[in-house]
């Protein structure tokens, strides 16, 4: 310890350069030098006072008459409270190419959004220039592979939005150097297998969105090697089980979307093998009680998404006992009974709850009434009656109920009205009338009310 401390003291009078030396033979204990140069060295500026650090690069003022012209083209641009413009964002169908190079007036630019056919690739590489941005959402443009070279250089892009657009696997190899890069949506483009080698070399990637890409396990399998990847999107690629067994090889994602994936209960194996999953949406799958299962130790569930499955109530056994699930969507789940949904009650920190098109009925929402932490319900197209309103006015964290197509009528209207914190209520085709409406407005001026 005493050595350290005084090659501590030593080195801190001493240039930058000798600084950094002397820190690495700290960090290694110690160790006295067998460079006799390098100590003589170090004593010959014993007292030497320390270099200034090198002053940071001004970062030049925005061109006012850049500014100006884009307000006037439409673009939405966002200030800091120096009255410096960081943020622009446009929807534009007109052609844009003569827009483009203004942009380079705005060198604090952080968040870009350019949306619409009106932006393509003529005019585009004026981004090389915005040596400070971190978002890029190209949500919708008309670009190609040639704008993703001027993407490519973006040393400080975090986020990048190519969703909707007409980029093809070429273009993926661009994107390689960008070491920042934590998330990345390429829904609705025209990815393959072809392209995802190239992303698989994006080592900071957290989130990507592949949403309608053409992928098969050997695309997926180049992912394997994301280390920090968190966040999937394979809804609608409809992958099969093969896929899953490459999924289940990386362990740190925490969110998985499966959305008409063709796979079965076979596979749910290999999801139990992600032990941080903490969302899962297997919409439009053919899972039933036995995949639910295999995956009953997944304890960081706090989210699943369960729209048109084969959930059945040997299924709900196992969701029911999901310590953390804060949301649940159960919509036209038509094979859970009243005895299945009943065991929705043990769920004690859900939040949010969707029943749309089940069996629901004013039993089964009784035996949930002890959910206190509720504040988004829907029971649309549900059987409840106007003998569920006292349940109802259990959840006082209420914010959103759905009751649309349901028999509850004025007398319902006239005692929800009560909730204190109901902020949205959806009525349509119900047995509520203007007449239960207008009371529910007059009780309650701010509430939003769909009918």
């Known amino acids: 310890m005493s050595c350290r401390k005084s090659r501590r003291h030593r080195f801190s009078r001493i240039v930058w350069f000798s600084l950094v030396v002397a820190s690495t033979f700290a960090a290694s204990g110690c160790q006295p030098s067998s460079n006799s140069n390098s100590k003589a060295t170090s004593q010959a500026v014993e007292g030497a006072p320390s270099p200034a650090k090198p002053p940071v690069a001004a970062v030049p003022a925005d061109d006012p008459a850049a500014v100006k012209q884009l307000e006037e083209a439409g673009f939405t641009l966002t200030k800091n409270s120096a009255g410096t413009v960081t943020g622009a964002a446009v929807e534009r169908r007109e052609d844009a190419s003569q827009l483009l190079p203004l942009l380079a007036g705005l060198p604090s630019l952080e968040t870009l959004k350019l949306g619409g056919t009106g932006i393509g690739d003529k005019g585009f590489d004026v981004i090389e220039k915005l040596s400070r941005l971190k978002r890029l ?48 949506d390429l829904r609705n483009t025209n990815l393959t297998d072809a392209g995802m080698k190239a992303l698989g070399q994006l080592t900071a990637l957290g989130d990507l969105q592949l949403e309608r890409a053409k992928v098969t396990k050997a695309g997926v399998s180049e992912l394997k090697g994301l280390k920090n990847l968190k966040s999937l999107n394979l809804n ?57 299962e295999k995956i009953k130790d997944l304890k960081n569930i706090e989210r699943l998404e369960l729209r048109l499955t084969s959930t059945d109530d040997r299924a709900m056994d196992v969701i029911s006992q999901f310590p953390k699930l804060n949301y649940l969507e159960l919509t036209e789940c038509r094979l859970i009974s009243e005895a299945g949904l009943s065991k929705i009650g043990n769920l004690s920190q859900l939040t949010a709850l969707n029943l749309l098109e089940t069996k629901t009925n004013d039993a089964a929402l009784a035996a949930m009434s002890g959910l206190s932490k509720l504040s988004d319900l829907n029971l649309e197209a549900t059987k409840i009656s106007n003998k569920s309103v006292d349940t109802l006015l259990k959840f006082q964290e209420l914010t959103q109920l759905n009751i649309a197509g349901t028999r509850l009528d004025d007398d319902a209207a006239s005692r929800l009205k009560e909730l204190p914190k109901l902020s949205s209520i959806n009525v349509r085709n119900s047995g509520i009338s203007y007449a239960g409406v207008d009371e529910l407005t007059q009780a309650r001026p701010g509430i939003e009310i769909t009918e």
């Open 137 to 184: 959402d190209l949500y919708g443009a008309g670009i190609s592979d040639q704008a993703l070279q001027s993407v490519g250089k973006l040393s400080t892009l975090e986020v990048l939005s190519l969703r909707l657009t007409g980029i093809t696997d070429a273009g993926m190899d661009a994107l390689v150097n960008l070491k920042k890069l934590r998330a990345l």
């Open 236 to 292: 609608t690629t409809f992958v099969r089980d093969e896929v899953i067994e490459v999924l289940g090889e990386i362990t740190s994602l925490e969110s998985l979307q499966l959305d008409s994936a063709k796979i079965t209960d076979a596979c749910m194996g290999d999801i139990a093998k992600l032990k941080n999953l903490k969302r899962l949406r297997i919409r439009d799958c053919d899972i039933t009680g036995e995949g639910f």
